[in-house]
């Protein structure tokens, strides 16, 4: 029993850790490169309708014969 509360208590220590990691490593305020340099993709629109008629297919109610 004691061994598994030590275990819980590293995975939530580790689970912690690497949730506030996240914000050591974030930008930092003095970012000042223009980030609206990139043009968007020319495939979007069709990979949005791809998605929409994958989830369509793969979540429709199956119809029995």
């Known amino acids: 029993m004691k061994k598994m509360k030590t275990t819980t208590k590293i995975i939530y220590s580790i689970a912690l850790l690497v949730c506030q990691a996240q914000t050591l490593v974030?930008?930092?305020?003095g970012f000042t490169d223009?980030?609206?340099?990139?043009?968007?993709?020319?495939?979007l629109p069709a990979l949005f309708i791809l998605a929409i008629a994958t989830a369509y297919w793969v979540l429709k109610?199956?119809?029995k014969a």
């Open 26 to 29: 974030a930008q930092t305020p």
């Open 61 to 63: 109610p199956k119809t």
């Open 34 to 43: 223009d980030v609206q340099d990139v043009p968007v993709n020319d495939y």
